[in-house]
């Protein structure tokens, strides 16, 4: 389910910042993607929660240390889901 | 009087009236004249030194303290804390800077932003422990009107900010014009998510509603980036009337609002663009996407403010669609309405020349600065270094002084270019820089466009793309195009491009490339 989720969160985030080539893993954090500003949590977080269908909360999501914390949250989500 | 005389007064006849429905964390609570009064009133009773920095988060006591501050006579001024992104240490040490500058017998700090003030070796109220608020409304202070009501540390990076001296006298002038400006009524109520370090948010989110007695609708500056859709939700939900936010903002909340999404904004009738220049293109986007959740066009307005005048300048007049200029090459610039009561515009030199303003609530001078007063404040005007024109007694303002590029004899302003630059496909946007070096024979300025690059397409394509665009942006064909990786345009804290240090790491970049060859 995780690894799931990291790849479908990993192709998001590589479109919402126009990255198509960067590497991302669990353990990239928004120091190591070019254009992950400020602002860009803004576009990010709207599309992360378009693409899953989830809402997530603000504090905890930019409070996540990296990508792999960013999937934790939205499979949690996922997976408070009724089926 | 004091500043804060008309928010006691009304805290003893209505103690339980809403003073703030602050939103933190999707919870909201509810905060009444007489909390935030008494709680003032704590504070107050244990300061009695001058020039009092307070570093905290967007939370209650951010208020209170700032109020208690006032009341004691202490000269507070609010510091930015920590953001997610800046690295602790470099901030730690640029407020200790910064707090060497302003030499004040303590701070006032949280649990949370405690590491920030620590290296500065300063003593330290900790406002999480001290205590509550079950003492009596505090009495109204009897004071001068030429007294120091607090320090407004605006513009420029963390360590060198200068403290804007703003007197009780200037303070209540400015809102009473103001409010006579945008037709403030009782029943309007303020939504804002401005950071209140600086000068709009304070003014617009705190001390005008606590002035006029109108609630504050309060978010959190962090969360509004992250989530923009806040503010839409903060202003259906408590009927919001008014709200200010500078121009990328309403950039900002075009790109993250979900098409599908609709909210009911027909209750504001006042939303003030202010703070940079402001954009006819964004504006009448943000309108039209709008319009649907009954914004009216004539709700959309531009302000022209700044801290040195305690806040606004100008306002355009609520009710009419917002106005762009005539002027050729101007078409862009979004009125900021006439000069608001006590307020008089000169512009100097060849239009858009330097804006000078003189009025009845200027600042008393940077706090321990008199050569940096003595540069901005002129035989009473203040040089504002915005450049602008005047249309139909309107002013327009079009950039700062060091925005201007003269090529050719031309005037040209880098960030009009620089606007037109950031949609060309394979720039990433926003991050264009134009600048002029001086040719060698000193005979008029060169055009150079530096531009970062996405991997989207070939850098040949992109730099030719950019050459026509200058071209026809202003019939000028620029020097050297140069295609820079991402994030090598150096960013100010704003999040805009320092001008002068990307200019210099390019031209370092260029000598250490001729150095190579």
Excluded at chain 2, 286 to 294: E, K, L
Excluded at chain 2, 506 to 517: F, H, I, S, V
Aim: proline letters at 7%; aromatic letters at 4%.
């Amino acid at each position: 389910m995780q690894v799931d989720v990291m790849t479908r969160l990993a192709a998001v985030i590589r479109e919402a910042l126009d990255q198509p080539d960067a590497t991302i893993g669990p353990a990239t954090t928004a120091d190591d993607i070019d254009g992950w500003d400020s602002l860009a949590h803004g576009v990010l977080l709207m599309r992360i929660e378009r693409a899953f269908a989830v809402r997530l909360d603000v504090d905890t999501a930019l409070a996540a240390e990296n990508v792999g914390a960013l999937a934790a949250l939205v499979a949690a989500q996922l997976g408070a889901e009724p089926v | 009087m004091h500043i804060f005389a008309a928010l006691l007064a009304r805290a003893h006849t209505t103690p339980d009236a809403v003073f703030c429905h602050l939103q933190r964390g999707g919870q909201t609570q509810t905060i009444t004249l007489s909390e935030i009064c008494a709680e003032a009133g704590t504070i107050a009773q244990s300061l009695r030194a001058a020039g009092v920095p307070i570093v905290l988060e967007t939370r209650r006591e951010l208020y209170s303290a700032f109020i208690g501050c006032t009341l004691a006579g202490a000269l507070p001024s609010l510091l930015p804390p920590l953001t997610t992104r800046q690295d602790p240490a470099l901030f730690a040490a640029a407020t200790a800077q910064l707090l060497a500058r302003i030499d004040p017998p303590c701070v006032i700090a949280s649990q949370q932003t405690m590491a920030t003030v620590a290296p500065s070796g300063r003593a330290v109220i900790n406002a999480d422990t001290h205590g509550d608020s079950a003492a009596d409304l505090p009495a109204i202070p009897d004071i001068d009107d030429q007294a120091g009501a607090f320090l407004q540390h605006s513009s420029g990076t963390t360590g060198l900010k200068k403290g804007v001296r703003l007197s009780h006298g200037a303070v209540l002038r400015q809102i009473s014009h103001y409010a006579a400006a945008i037709g403030a009524v009782p029943g309007d109520s303020v939504a804002s998510w401005l950071p209140l370090y600086h000068d709009m948010g304070l003014i617009t989110g705190f001390l005008l509603p606590s002035v006029l007695g109108l609630p504050i609708i309060s978010l959190d500056a962090q969360e509004w980036v992250a989530r923009p859709t806040l503010l839409l939700d903060a202003i259906a939900r408590h009927r919001a009337t008014l709200c200010w936010m500078p121009n990328f903002a309403f950039a900002h909340m075009l790109r993250t609002t979900p098409p599908d999404q609709d909210w009911d904004l027909a209750s504001l009738r006042l939303l003030v663009n202010c703070s940079e220049p402001c954009r006819m293109p964004v504006v009448e986007r943000f309108v039209a996407r709008f319009a649907a959740s009954g914004l009216s066009p004539g709700a959309v307005q531009a302000s022209y403010a700044m801290a040195e005048a305690v806040f606004a300048l100008t306002q355009s007049p609520p009710g009419r669609p917002p106005r762009g200029s005539h002027r050729p090459g101007f078409t862009a610039c979004q009125s900021s309405g006439p000069p608001i009561p006590g307020v008089e515009l000169r512009i100097i030199g060849p239009e858009p020349g330097d804006i000078l303003v003189r009025s009845d609530c200027l600042f008393d001078g940077y706090f321990r600065q008199p050569d940096a007063t003595a540069a901005r404040l002129r035989d009473g005007w203040l040089h504002t270094g915005d450049l602008g024109f005047i249309e139909d007694g309107e002013l327009f303002v079009v950039g700062r002084g060091d925005d201007v590029l003269t090529i050719n004899g031309r005037k040209l302003l880098a960030h009009e270019i620089e606007d037109g630059l950031s949609a060309i496909p394979g720039v990433v946007p926003g991050r264009v820089l134009a600048y002029a070096t001086l040719a060698n024979d000193g005979g008029t300025g060169r055009l150079i466009i530096a531009a970062e690059t996405d991997t989207t397409r070939p850098e040949r394509d992109t730099a030719t793309d950019l050459r026509r665009a200058v071209a026809g942006l202003c019939g000028l064909l620029p020097h050297q195009v140069t295609l820079l990786p991402r994030g090598f345009l150096v960013k100010s804290t704003s999040g805009k491009i320092a001008r002068a240090a990307s200019v210099t790491r390019l031209q370092q970049r260029q000598e250490n490339k001729a150095d190579a060859g």
